[in-house]
C-alpha cells in the first residue's frame, strides 16, 4: 500500500498528542494492553478519564510534565493506506528534535487552539517546515468545542494562516476544524459542525496526494554496499546495494559512476529474489552493470545525460545541535552525504535566521543550539550533491564532531559551486 509520513507540530497544550491518541483509538489502532496500560497511567494522575496522549508522550518525564519532549513516531494503517506519524515537540527549546522529525514528513500538521489562533508558536513551526521543503501544510483548528463551534472563529483564524503560508512561499494549504478531547471531525464527523462539509482528518489523510519531486528527478543512487555471495551458484555475481534517493533507475539506461566518471549500462535491477525492469526513488534494490567498474561504498550511480553536481563548496541551511558548544567559523567537521564521509570545513557563517519573524541577521559570530543560519561549507574531497529542493537524500547532510564523535548539525544545500564533471573513461 501507499505510505504517507507526517510531522504533527503546534504550541504547547494545543492537543497534538491528545489528537494523535485520538486518531489512533477512534480508527481501532490501539491494542488492549495498551489500554490497560494507559488507564492506569491516567489513574495515577487522579484522571477519571483516560488520556489519549500518553499514546504518544511515552517518556516517563513527558508524561509527569505533560508536554512532549521527543519525537515520537506511531504506525498505523486503514485499508487504504499506511501512515507514519511524528509527534514533534512545541516547545522553542526542543527546535532541533522537531526538525529531525519533519526531514523526512510529506506533509505537516500544524496545530492551533481555536481561541488563541496563530501565535508565534505556528509561525515558528510552519517557518521551519517550509524550510525543510514540506510544501503541503494542514492547520488542525482545535478545541472548536471551546469556541461554540463557531464557524466565524475558523473563518479568522483560516484567514490569518493562509497569509502566513504565502509569506512562506507554501503551496497548498488544507483547513480542518477540530475537537480533539471528544474526537469530533477527527475520524467520525459528529453533527456539532453541521455547516462544515469537508472531509474528517482521517478521510483526508487516506486521500491527500502528495507529490514525490525525487521520483521526477534524475537518477541518483548511492552504493552503499557492494554484494560478492560466496556460493557456487552466483560466484559471478556482483550487484552494488542500497536505496534509490531520487529519479528512476530502468534496465538498460546509460549510467556513469562517480568519482570514477566511468560510463556503463544498468544490466539488471534486483529486490530479494526477483529481477525488476525497474525500481523509483525510495526503493532498496542491487543493481549489476554492464561493464567490470571497481565501484564502492560512497560512490554513487547517476544519469549519464544529468550527473549529480561535483563540489567541494556548497552553502547550506544548517541546524546547529549540539549542546555543548556553539559552531564559529573556520571549525571542522567530519560531513555524513549518502554513503560518503569526508572532512570538511565551515568557511563562515553567512546569516542567522530569526524563525519568529523569517529575517536573516548577516554574519552572526556564532551559531547556538537550535540556531538555524546559512553557512558555506568546504570538502577535502568531492562531494556529488543536489539542492533540497531537488532531492532531499541528496541535499541533506549531517556534521560530525571528529573529537566527540556526536552528529552536532543537519543540514540542506541551497547552492552548490559546481566543479567539471570527470571525464569519461572505460565503458
Not at 523509483?280 to 552493470?289: K, M, Q, Y
Not at 560512497?298 to 558548544?325: N, Q, S, Y
Amino acid at each position: 500500500m501507499d505510505l504517507l509520513r507526517f510531522v504533527t507540530a503546534g504550541s504547547v497544550d494545543d492537543g497534538k498528542s491528545t489528537l494523535i491518541g485520538r486518531l489512533l483509538y477512534d480508527s481501532k489502532q490501539v491494542f488492549e494492553d495498551t489500554m490497560v496500560s494507559l488507564q492506569r497511567a491516567s489513574e495515577a494522575q487522579g484522571l477519571d478519564e483516560v488520556n489519549l496522549a500518553l499514546l504518544t508522550d511515552g517518556l516517563r518525564a513527558e508524561r509527569e510534565q505533560g508536554i512532549t519532549i521527543d519525537v515520537a513516531y506511531r504506525y498505523f494503517a486503514t485499508p487504504r493506506r499506511k501512515f507514519i506519524i511524528a509527534d514533534s515537540p512545541g516547545h522553542i527549546q526542543y527546535t532541533r528534535n522537531m526538525v529531525t522529525g519533519a526531514s523526512t514528513a510529506q506533509l505537516a500538521l500544524i496545530l492551533v487552539d481555536a481561541r488563541k489562533g496563530v501565535v508565534e508558536q505556528t509561525r515558528r513551526h510552519s517557518a521551519l517546515t517550509a524550510l525543510l521543503g514540506i510544501r503541503h501544510l494542514v492547520l488542525c483548528v482545535n478545541k472548536m468545542d471551546l469556541v461554540d463551534w463557531s464557524q466565524e472563529r475558523l473563518l479568522e483564524v483560516e484567514d490569518d494562516f493562509r497569509a502566513l503560508a504565502r509569506r512562506l512561499g507554501v503551496e497548498r494549504v488544507t483547513v480542518l476544524p477540530v475537537a480533539a478531547v471528544s474526537g469530533e471531525n477527527i475520524v467520525d464527523r459528529g453533527s456539532s459542525m453541521p455547516w462544515y462539509d469537508g472531509p474528517t482528518l482521517l478521510e483526508f489523510l487516506e486521500t491527500v496526494e502528495v507529490p514525490d519531486p525525487a521520483r521526477h528527478a534524475a537518477l541518483r543512487f548511492p552504493v552503499q554496499y557492494v554484494l560478492r555471495p560466496q556460493t557456487t551458484a552466483f560466484h559471478d555475481y556482483r550487484g552494488y546495494a542500497g536505496t534509490l534517493a531520487a529519479g528512476v533507475a530502468r534496465v538498460g539506461d546509460e549510467v556513469t559512476v562517480l568519482p570514477l566518471g566511468a560510463r556503463t549500462r544498468i544490466a539488471a535491477i534486483d529486490r530479494y529474489e526477483e529481477s525488476l525492469p525497474c525500481a523509483a526513488s525510495g526503493e532498496a534494490v542491487a543493481i549489476r552493470l554492464a561493464d567490470e567498474i571497481d565501484v564502492g561504498r560512497g560512490h554513487m550511480i547517476v544519469a549519464a545525460e544529468d550527473p549529480a553536481p561535483v563540489a567541494t563548496r556548497f552553502t547550506a541551511d544548517l541546524c546547529w545541535m549540539d549542546d555543548a558548544a556553539a559552531l564559529g567559523p573556520r571549525q571542522q567537521f567530519w560531513i555524513k552525504h549518502t554513503t560518503r564521509r569526508v572532512r570538511c570545513l565551515v568557511e563562515s557563517l553567512d546569516d542567522r535566521l530569526d524563525v519568529a519573524n523569517f529575517e536573516r541577521l548577516r554574519d552572526p559570530e556564532t551559531l547556538s543550539l537550535n540556531d538555524i543560519g546559512r553557512v558555506t561549507v568546504r570538502t577535502l574531497e568531492p562531494l556529488f550533491v543536489d539542492s533540497y529542493a531537488t532531492s532531499r537524500d541528496t541535499g541533506s547532510f549531517i556534521l560530525i564532531d571528529p573529537a566527540t564523535r556526536r552528529t552536532v548539525a543537519a543540514g540542506m544545500v541551497r547552492d552548490v559551486v559546481t566543479e567539471p564533471t570527470p571525464s569519461a573513461r572505460g565503458g
